[in-house]
């Protein structure tokens, strides 16, 4: 905001209003900004017709964040004197800050033509753009602005977020490194920056970027959750948390660094801690399907069906579309024994989601494990598409042979699997024991091998070694 000058000595005659703007100067510089305001108040019925009061109130309303009660008095100062530049921008932002919008568009619009050579014009009418997701209009404002005033940081960082939304981003970095380098202290830029390299894959700068971010602000949210999501992708789940734990301090309220705060701890074994954050994101949206659903994993992987399974429930009850919760709650009535329960909800999901093997795969484990071999057989038949993604379709498909006895076709179906996917420790196990069965031990023990050499531990192959007398 441009402070404006009071130009009232040198009257020959003292409008009405002069004395009170000249106090009002006074208590404004001397740091009193509310008894300014006040004393134009006072004066303003009796001064109607002083343009300097109504301009200097509007700007202290704006200047003491105030911005609705403005308008009224740049209004009329623009109908005094319509020509006044200094009013029209004050009024523009007072507009731009309650969110008439077009109203902001009209006066920065006009400012630009009346002012061609003000960079602070085009940048403010580039920002009501910007607010009307008007990116092009919005970077070809700021980039006239440039023109006039290339060292403005604030207009670079701008000019970065239409770009960025704009779907430029390689462009958008560009403008955010300018804006750093221009104003190395604002926090802001650099978040921006960070967030514009991470989008653009170049983690590592992304996270220098970020990390001078919160050594600048050490409260700005938006640079610590995604600080953490580069972390979790690297696997370093410690730092992660550490992130997000401050994020969820910096917003207590803000459900998603709570919901993800919880699956990082969940992944680090911290489940008490995991617990606490799901029941947190819970508080701030009770019912909400993906914090009950992960909460009820949370107890799965604990072993405590009940509580898993209550979860699962009322994540459907809350959401019935939901097919994560579908699914796991009918892993979830597997391992509680409620077979019949199990098969429906794993039919159900089936029938979601027919594109997605996972369920059919399911039904298969678990017909397989009831010996329904030829159900168990359908259901791993219908996952087989014809690509890379059939290998455990196939695996499942030769197991329901082998159990059955038909020892060829399953082999002929490992092998279909082994030539997809040549580097699956468990299609050589299951070759394996196939051929074992047939006989041909010493291929068997060759797979059996192979199998430990792609998944060392691999616990059924290492039996199966152990079982022929060797060591693995």
């Known amino acids: 905001m441009v402070a404006l000058v009071a130009a009232v000595g040198g009257a020959a005659v003292a409008a009405p209003g002069d004395d009170a703007v000249r106090e009002a100067i006074a208590l ?14 006072d004066a303003r019925p009796s001064a109607q017709d002083n343009i300097l009061l109504h ?55 006009e ?46 960082n701008n000019l970065g977020v239409a770009l960025q939304n704009s779907g430029q981003v390689i462009p958008a970095v560009g403008a955010y490194k300018r804006a750093t380098d221009l104003a190395p202290q604002e926090a802001l830029y650099w978040t921006n920056y960070g967030l514009a390299l991470k989008e653009s894959r ?27 999501e580069i972390y979790a992708g690297q696997g370093k789940l410690t730092l992660a948390i550490e992130a997000l734990t401050q994020a969820a301090r910096i917003q207590p309220d803000e459900y998603l660094a709570h919901l993800n705060l ?36 949370l107890y799965y992987t604990q072993g405590n069906m009940d509580w898993a399974i209550e979860r699962f429930e009322a994540a459907l009850a809350s959401d019935p579309k939901f097919s994560p919760a579908r699914q796991n709650l ?8 409620q077979m019949e329960k199990a098969i429906s909800l794993w039919e159900q999901a089936a029938a979601e989601r027919p594109d997605d093997p996972a369920p059919r795969l399911a039904l298969g484990n678990l017909y397989l494990k009831q010996k329904e071999y030829e159900k168990a057989r359908q259901a ?29 076709e399953a ?50 192959a290492m039996k199966n070694l152990a079982r022929l007398g060797i060591r693995s």
């Open 330 to 337: 009918a892993a979830a009535y597997q391992a509680a024994g």
């Open 262 to 297: 919880g699956v990082l701890q969940g992944k680090a074994g911290q489940n008490a801690a995991a617990e606490r954050s799901y029941l947190r994101a819970l508080e701030l949206r009770p019912g909400d399907p993906e914090a009950l659903n992960n909460l009820g994993w």
């Open 380 to 408: 791993y038949q219908a996952t087989l598409k014809g690509g890379p993604g059939d290998v455990p379709g196939l695996i499942g498909v030769a197991l329901v042979l082998e159990r059955t006895g038909k020892l060829a």
């Open 28 to 41: 404004f510089n001397s740091g009193k900004p509310a008894e300014a305001i006040q004393k134009l108040e």
């Open 111 to 156: 400012l630009t033509r009346r002012q061609p050579k003000s960079a602070d014009a085009f940048y403010s009418i580039g920002n009501v753009y910007l607010r009307q997701e008007e990116y092009a209009k919005a970077a070809a404002a700021y980039r006239s602005a440039l023109e006039l005033d290339p060292n403005d940081a604030r207009v670079h």
């Open 411 to 460: 082999e002929a179906e490992l092998r279909k699997a082994l030539k997809l996917d040549p580097n699956s420790a468990t299609a050589h196990n299951n070759l394996g024991s196939v051929l074992e069965r047939a006989g041909r031990k010493d291929e068997a023990r060759r797979h059996y091998e192979r199998a430990v050499q792609l998944e060392p531990g691999h616990p059924d």
């Open 202 to 228: 170049q983690s590592a700068l992304a996270l220098e970027a970020l990390r001078k971010a919160v050594a600048i602000n050490r409260d700005d949210y938006a640079a610590h959750m995604s600080l953490a």
């Open 55 to 109: 301009n200097w109130l509007g700007y202290l309303y704006l200047k003491t964040g105030q911005a609705a009660q403005a308008i009224s008095p740049l209004e009329r100062a623009r109908e005094l004197d319509p020509a006044n530049e200094e009013a029209l921008r004050n009024l523009g932002n007072a507009c731009l800050e309650t969110g008439d919008l077009d109203k902001a568009r009209a006066c920065f619009e």
